[in-house]
Structures are given as C-alpha cells and as structure tokens.
C-alpha cells in the first residue's frame, strides 16, 4: 500500500477520532524528550510566547502553561484542542492559551503576534507532502521574533522498524497508521 501524499479529510478524522475514543494525551509507550526542549532550548525563568503547530490535546501544551508561557495553539483537529483547553482549564493555565483551528499553513497568517519560539513537536510528518513542511518552516520563521527559535522534535524516520511496526497496525477507522507517519 504506497500513498504518496497524505489526505488532510482523512488525517484530521483521525486524531478526531484519537480525541473522542482514547483521549489524546494518553501518550503511554511513547519516547519523550520534551524536557531536552523545555530546560536547554528554551528559557522556563523567562516568560515568554509559543506558537504551538499540531498542539492536539495539549500533552505539551499543559506543560509550558504551567512553565509559565503563554501559548497559541493549532491543531487540524478541533476535537483534539477543545480537550486541549478543558486540560488547561482544568489546571487552571487557560488564560495563557489561545487555541486556533485549522491546518497549520491555512491560519498562521492570520495570527497577528509575533512569538519568541515555534514548536514542531512530532507534528512535521503529519503534512501531506515536503511542500508543506517547507512552507510552515518559512511561515514560522516569518512568526518569530528578532532572537526567536524554531524548535523541531520529530521521531527518527530511518528506524528500520518504522514502517513494518506502522503497516500492522491500524487506526478505529480500519486505516493502517503508516498512512498518518510515512513522511517521516
């Protein structure tokens, strides 16, 4: 099964579905090295603003609101961002969240602040093609402010364990889940 380009209908119906049947901040099995970004990349003494593209249910969103930042989150999913701002709301941090729905290309120009960091955190591969992704990467430059950062954390796409592991499973839409990471 080669799919050349991703379909956003079928991708945001996916993490739709992630939001409603399973919660999206379940991460359990998942390597995370948020930290390496959060102590060393940026700056928790300092307060500061954070594009965040593909925040989902705000696994890493609730973590830098209670760092402190203030943070524009976008998702394709609109599911996936209200649980992200129940989240936050929960923890009392929703003052400091701004959630925008809507793919990543499609809506950061309309977003008048400039930021001091863009987050990409496993988000990347989720675009349909490389096209995209070098649009965002310019978009998000175009956000930052004079010093800012654009922060990128993607899984190591030439794991020889990727695809198989992928091409097994699949999705409560019957999808194989390599569908959604084969741009990695």
Same mark, same amino acid.
């Given at each position: 099964?080669?799919?050349?380009?991703?379909?956003?209908?079928?991708?945001?119906?996916?993490?739709?579905?992630?939001?409603?049947?399973? *919660?999206?901040?379940?991460?359990? %099995?998942? #390597?995370?090295?948020?930290?390496?970004?959060?102590?060393?990349?940026?700056?928790?003494?300092?307060?500061?603003?954070?594009?965040?593209?593909?925040?989902?249910?705000?696994?890493?969103?609730?973590?830098?609101?209670?760092?402190?930042?203030?943070?524009?989150?976008?998702?394709?999913?609109?599911?996936?961002?209200?649980?992200?701002?129940?989240?936050?709301?929960?923890?009392? #941090? /929703?003052?400091?969240?701004?959630?925008?729905?809507?793919?990543?290309?499609?809506? #950061?120009? %309309?977003?008048?602040?400039?930021?001091?960091?863009?987050?990409?955190?496993? #988000?990347?591969?989720?675009?349909?093609?490389?096209?995209?992704?070098?649009?965002?990467? $310019?978009?998000?430059?175009?956000?930052?402010?004079?010093?800012?950062?654009?922060?990128?954390? /993607?899984?190591? *796409?030439?794991?020889?364990? $990727?695809?198989?592991?992928?091409?097994?499973?699949?999705?409560?839409? *019957?999808?194989?889940? $390599?569908?959604?990471?084969?741009?990695?």
């Amino acid at each position: 099964e080669l799919i050349m380009t991703i379909n956003k209908q079928i991708t945001r119906q996916h993490f739709d579905n992630i939001a409603t049947d399973h *919660g999206v901040n379940d991460h359990g %099995g998942n #390597v995370d090295k948020s930290d390496v970004f959060f102590d060393e990349l940026m700056n928790p003494k300092v307060k500061n603003t954070v594009l965040e593209c593909g925040a989902g249910g705000g696994f890493y969103t609730l973590r830098l609101l209670k760092l402190g930042y203030e943070v524009t989150a976008v998702d394709i999913s609109e599911k996936a961002l209200q649980v992200n701002y129940q989240t936050a709301k929960n923890h009392q #941090v /929703e003052t400091y969240l701004s959630i925008i729905g809507g793919s990543f290309n499609a809506v #950061v120009d %309309g977003i008048g602040s400039a930021f001091d960091h863009v987050l990409f955190v496993k #988000v990347l591969h989720h675009f349909d093609n490389l096209e995209e992704i070098h649009e965002a990467l $310019w978009k998000a430059y175009a956000k930052l402010k004079e010093g800012g950062k654009i922060i990128i954390f /993607e899984p190591n *796409g030439k794991n020889l364990f $990727w695809k198989p592991f992928l091409m097994l499973q699949r999705d409560s839409a *019957g999808v194989r889940k $390599w569908h959604y990471e084969q741009n990695l």
